[in-house]
């Protein structure tokens, strides 16, 4: 398999652990830079945590040790090679949940011991920032969007480990409000597919509920108050009525949409402002609430007002996944950034170290 590669061509293992999904990908990078995907298996954790109601680091930890050996070589066996035919592994050292980490990194640090390779301790954000270059070829400057369960962030992506974070939560993620939604309506996980469902029988224009942040000058995001808005008309019409249920999923999808837009609008400008003129040509957008076709249709029409170009990976690339660790690996190693063997896990690890925190914001920022 390895000699009838493209000379140049480099193939990264990547290992993704951070969360709850264990992952594992082979992905070759060409001379010209171009990616392709040789496998890319992804194992969800939900039915281990849904008794819970939401992710318990502890048994994420242990499920991705359980399974971690078992999909590696699953992965390898699915691009036809084997550990010696790698030029790289990467693995996911941050941000994320400690435990996972430790997991995901340490067998990576294995595996380049064991085999002699180079090891990436990858930026989590960094490999969903840079996955358009796997699926398009795009290259920087663009902006990103970045909305999942445990992020929400516009960044202008320079350039290969150059980000600069222009907007971020003060409070919650934009999946965890619609996690936390679907939750306070007793809908269950995953929450941000089940108010979607809901929301498509339901009339946003029921209730009065806030926007948040909109219009603000700074591009900052905010989800709590609307959140507790939610609860509160819930609390008042109490027992709810499946009609009553849609409509608030409605009203909350309707508010978390024309709250992004304005925020990313924003964002566009403060892009705009900081490139030359013209320079930003896509608008990208990534994570798993990426998946809610409300919100890509408002994107999409706020990229044609500004003129600018929607990129939006397929889904299975925008939500966790493997290849985009072993592809953000690829990008790396091509640049030669590499990490020792005592690379440290980062729990927390903002991609822009500049960017001055939102206030009020907590943890999450
Ligand atoms: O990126 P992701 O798979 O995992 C991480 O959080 O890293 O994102 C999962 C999040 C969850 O909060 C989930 O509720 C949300 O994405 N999500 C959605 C939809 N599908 C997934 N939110 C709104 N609408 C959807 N269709
Ligand atoms: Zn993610």
């Known amino acids: 398999m390895a000699q009838d590669r493209p000379a140049g061509e480099t193939l990264t293992l990547g290992i993704e652990t951070s969360c709850d999904e264990t992952a594992a990908a082979v992905v070759a990078r060409g001379p010209d830079g171009r990616g392709r995907i040789l496998s890319n298996i992804v194992r969800s954790q939900w039915e281990q945590h849904r008794p819970f109601g939401g992710v318990v680091p502890e048994i994420a930890a242990r499920a991705h040790v359980e399974c971690l050996d078992e999909l590696i070589a699953a992965a390898l066996a699915e691009a036809g090679v084997g550990f010696k035919d790698l030029s790289a592994v990467a693995a996911t050292a941050g941000p ?24 990436v301790a990858v930026n989590h954000l960094e490999a969903h920032a840079l996955t358009v270059g796997l699926t398009e070829g795009l290259r920087p400057p663009y902006l990103m969007l970045l909305v999942s369960g445990g992020h929400t962030q516009t960044l202008l992506v320079e350039g290969v480990g150059r980000y600069h974070r222009i907007g971020t939560t003060i409070d919650d993620a934009l999946g965890e409000a619609f996690d936390k939604t679907a939750k306070l309506l007793g809908l269950g996980l995953p929450g941000g597919p089940n108010v979607e469902q809901w929301a498509a029988k339901g009339d946003a224009s029921r209730f009065d509920l806030p926007r948040p942040m909109l219009g603000r000058e700074e591009p900052h995001f905010s989800f709590a108050g609307l959140k507790t808005a939610v609860r509160q008309r819930a609390l008042e019409l109490a027992p709810l009525s499946d009609q009553d249920v849609a409509d608030l999923c409605a009203g909350f999808q309707a508010a978390v949409t024309a709250a992004v837009i304005d925020r990313v609008g924003r964002a566009v400008d403060l892009a705009q402002a900081r490139l030359d003129d013209g320079k930003l040509g896509h608008l990208v957008v990534a994570g798993g609430v990426a998946a809610n076709t409300r919100l890509r249709a408002g994107l999409a029409a706020l990229a044609e007002r500004r003129g600018l170009i929607l990129s939006v990976p397929p889904i299975g690339l925008c939500t966790d996944n493997g290849a985009m660790i072993a592809w953000a690996g690829a990008e790396r190693l091509a640049l030669r950034l ?28």
């Not at 005592?342 to 943890?363: E, F």
């Open 96 to 119: 994320g949940l400690v435990g996972g980490l430790i997991v995901g990194l340490i067998a990576g640090k294995a595996i380049a011991l064991a085999h002699g390779l180079p090891l």
């Open 338 to 365: 590499i990490d020792d063997l005592d690379a440290p896990v980062r729990p927390r690890w903002p991609l822009d170290a500049d960017a001055a925190p939102a206030i009020g914001a907590g943890v999450k920022a």
